[in-house]
């Protein structure tokens, strides 16, 4: 018979930042400790509130799969004899395991026939393995930041009050961080301290919904939107509805209500952004706005309880808003009293990095990396330098601002206020907001090339020096974003068809740097540990437009300075793949590549060698000549105008002049001069295709995963 089984952990209130993850885990942790122990279910869930992280498994079998164990032992053919009498590789076989020679059973594999032990282990009841399993199961919950705060010495996010463990109706024993497990769960705090029963597990989610707690997230979230859109109603506007807020709201409350709140109309003079990021990143509220998403001097809060005493609550959220929207009117006033350039000497005392020095420093670098980048870009005179120049002196003023010292999410965004009521050109106001972004790994990028050249310079500036520094990504931990940085700098390459090297864009942020920091380090290896993290991010970049993996490899092996035509070379191999006559032409290659290789290592050289016309004897060796002088004359055009399918498709259509000359010609025949020219010829042939790709890291079809 199967029952339902829940662990829920009861916890002081977690930060909601961490709960999202935590409840991934406890799904990943369970899923895997199950299959180990041979426990079978119908299907796990996990839910998060503030206060607790809860396991609930479906129709879990009561009892583990059984476990037959195969051992094999011996061949027939040497534990007997030609008379069938059993020898002592047999006897010490069975003896070993207990058994008589006659117990043992016979197994046919590839190899034979062997004598093997079939020992069947019945599976253990399910309450008993789950009493080991669940003090496993939180044992291996991780979190940003985690707490001891008992004898124990267990980490968590927060300590835990109260251990839920049940199979059906049976309390799954155990005692974790001095906590017992038991069948009790708690109501809604701080509404109640009240503790409930749960007589059994599937009974878990009615009973605390009765006591104002609604375990599932997705619910919740739910339930939010439609207070939303209710108490909106009243103000004949519409919520303003941002996702991350309401992802952290979820988290926050365990029994959602809402509650209007308004503000006096003159805050409305601040800035948009200004206005919406109080609201919602200091007081966790929802802004509202009109049919026309102008700004009503409304607000909407969701609160943790029911829905009683809400003017109260009301009040105390105004309060709250009211203090926040008097220090940023406050900070706004203050700030625009000097010009956005009179506090671009107030960098020169906020340090960047300690050997690095301050952001004024990196200001200067900037400007000089941005200057040398606009040298690079071909068209460059349609890009306006004094306008590069002027967003690069501005780019970082906004940090002085006591505005982006409260919300540092605004900066670059107020740059761009002051400058504009400065009276600075838009180019420039909006390059100093945008040469932040992207913001995130599929933000836009900046929509001007002025802004995009800034943008670029003082990415790869950060990236470059953060490597110097040793401040380098390594698995799941980016504390600098540098990732997102390294993305930003490809996409902008590419969206703005830039073709300047970026081997040698690195290589200038390089120069720039302090002197003392060239010469304490490896420029080498700094340098090529850069190209394989570029390469990385160009390699996700591109799996995102559905290049599949040997394909990236293929066209990344033959170098990637060019990042706009790394992109059209991978697209153009991608899709040519689809001509049915592309993958036989895959397989010549790799048979000349190998051809080649072998030669090689025979200590063939043919090294600055040419082909000999007078040499061609074979017709079939004649026509790939003809073949390949054909493409190479038609072929440069298309290379130089980075027409990559076009000239793949010329590509292609070596493929019958190359079955022939594979059937037809020894290439390593005797004579040692056609043999070197046949070399040459097969050679030249892969370097063509170099342009492109190395077609030899191509998977066959069909066996790409």
């Given amino acids: 018979m199967v029952k339902d089984a829940i662990l829920e952990i009861g916890s002081e209130e977690i930060p909601a930042g961490y709960l999202e993850q935590a409840r991934e885990d406890l799904y990943g942790v369970a899923e895997k400790i199950f299959a180990e122990k041979r426990l079978k279910y119908k299907k796990i869930h996990t839910y998060a509130t503030p206060r607790r992280l809860v396991l609930y498994c479906e129709q879990m079998a009561e009892k583990q799969t059984d476990l037959i164990r195969e051992i094999i032992g011996p061949p027939v053919n040497v534990a007997f004899d030609v008379t069938g009498q059993p020898m002592l590789a047999a006897t010490g076989f069975a003896q070993s395991y207990g058994?008589?020679?006659?117990?043992?059973?016979?197994?046919?594999?590839?190899?034979?026939?062997?004598?093997?032990?079939?020992?069947?282990?019945?599976?253990?009841?399910?309450?008993?393995i789950l009493s080991e399993f669940f003090p496993q199961v939180i044992a291996g919950l991780s979190f940003p930041k985690a707490m001891v705060w008992e004898e124990t010495k267990v980490r968590f996010a927060r300590p835990i009050r109260n251990l839920l463990a049940l199979y059906g109706s049976t309390v799954i024993k155990f005692t974790f961080a001095g906590i017992r497990s038991g069948k009790n769960s708690n109501a809604l705090f701080p509404l109640s301290r009240k503790k409930i029963t749960i007589p059994q597990a599937n009974r878990y989610f009615t009973l605390l919904r009765n006591l104002y707690v609604l375990i599932d997230q997705k619910e919740r979230q739910e339930v939010i939107r439609k207070l939303l859109q209710q108490i909106v109603k009243k103000?004949?506007?519409?919520?303003?509805l941002d996702d991350a807020l309401l992802n952290e709201v979820t988290y926050l409350v365990e029994y959602p209500s809402a509650v209007l709140g308004k503000f006096p109309a003159k805050f409305l003079n601040l800035p948009r952004e200004v206005l919406i990021t109080c609201l919602i990143r200091k007081g966790k509220f929802f802004p509202v706005v009109d049919k026309n998403g102008e700004l009503l001097p409304h607000f909407i809060g969701i609160r943790n309880g029911i829905s009683e005493h809400q003017d109260i609550v009301q009040e105390g959220y105004e309060r709250v808003i009211m203090a926040r929207l008097n220090d940023a009117e406050f900070f706004f006033n203050q700030d625009r009293k000097t010009s956005l350039e009179s506090k671009v000497s107030g960098l020169k005392k906020i340090i960047f990095q300690e050997p690095l020095g301050t952001i004024y420093d990196k200001v200067v670098r900037v400007d000089k990396l941005a200057e040398y980048v606009y040298s690079q870009i071909p068209e460059s005179e349609k890009i306006s330098l004094s306008e590069v120049k002027r967003v690069v002196l501005l780019a970082k003023a906004d940090m002085v601002t006591d505005m982006v010292k409260e919300y540092p999410e605004l900066e670059g965004v107020m740059g761009r206020i002051y400058a504009l009521a400065n009276g600075e050109k838009e180019i420039v106001a909006y390059g100093i907001e945008q040469h932040h972004w992207p913001l995130s790994s599929d933000g836009k990028i900046p929509e001007t090339a002025e802004s995009a050249l800034v943008s670029l310079a003082d990415k790869l500036d950060t990236i470059v020096s953060d490597f110097v520094l040793g401040?380098?990504?390594?698995?799941?931990?980016?504390?600098?974003?540098?990732?997102?940085?390294?993305?930003?700098?490809?996409?902008?390459?590419?969206?703005?068809?830039?073709?300047?090297?970026?081997?040698?864009?690195?290589?200038?942020?390089?120069?720039?740097?302090?002197i003392e920091m060239q010469k304490n380090c490896d420029?080498?290896?700094?340098?090529?540990?850069?190209?394989?993290?570029?390469?990385?991010?160009?390699?996700?970049?591109?799996?995102?437009?559905?290049?599949?993996?040997?394909?990236?490899?293929?066209?990344?092996?033959?170098?990637?300075?060019?990042?706009?035509?790394?992109?059209?070379?991978?697209?153009?191999?991608?899709?040519?793949?689809?001509?049915?006559?592309?993958?036989?032409?895959?397989?010549?290659?790799?048979?000349?590549a190998n051809i080649l290789k072998q030669a090689e290592k025979l200590g063939h050289s043919i090294k600055g060698l040419k082909v000999n016309e007078k040499l061609l004897e074979e017709t079939a060796e004649k026509e790939l000549w003809q073949k390949f002088v054909q493409i190479c004359e038609e072929g440069k055009l298309l290379l130089e105008n980075k027409k990559y399918y076009e000239f793949l498709q010329l590509m292609v259509s070596l493929r019958p002049v190359i079955d022939s000359f594979f059937e037809q010609v020894l290439v390593m025949c005797e004579n040692e001069e056609l043999q070197l020219n046949r070399l040459v010829l097969l050679n030249e042939i892969v370097k063509l295709f170099l342009n492109i790709a190395d077609f030899s890291c191509l998977v066959e079809k069909g066996s790409v995963g």
């Fill in 523 to 592: 420029k080498s290896t700094i340098l090529n540990n850069l190209l394989s993290f570029f390469r990385s991010r160009l390699e996700t970049l591109l799996s995102e437009k559905n290049i599949t993996y040997d394909e990236i490899n293929a066209v990344l092996v033959v170098g990637f300075a060019d990042i706009p035509a790394t992109f059209s070379r991978a697209e153009a191999l991608d899709k040519i793949r689809q001509v049915p006559d592309c993958e036989p032409l895959v397989i010549a290659y790799k048979r000349a």
């Fill in 235 to 240: 103000t004949g506007g519409e919520v303003y």
């Fill in 99 to 128: 058994l008589r020679v006659e117990e043992l059973a016979r197994k046919k594999t590839n190899k034979g026939e062997y004598l093997c032990v079939r020992i069947h282990e019945e599976g253990e009841e399910t309450a008993k």
């Fill in 471 to 514: 401040l380098i990504p390594t698995g799941s931990t980016d504390p600098y974003g540098l990732r997102r940085q390294a993305g930003g700098i490809l996409r902008i390459l590419k969206e703005n068809n830039w073709s300047t090297s970026l081997d040698d864009l690195i290589e200038r942020a390089w120069t720039f740097l302090p």
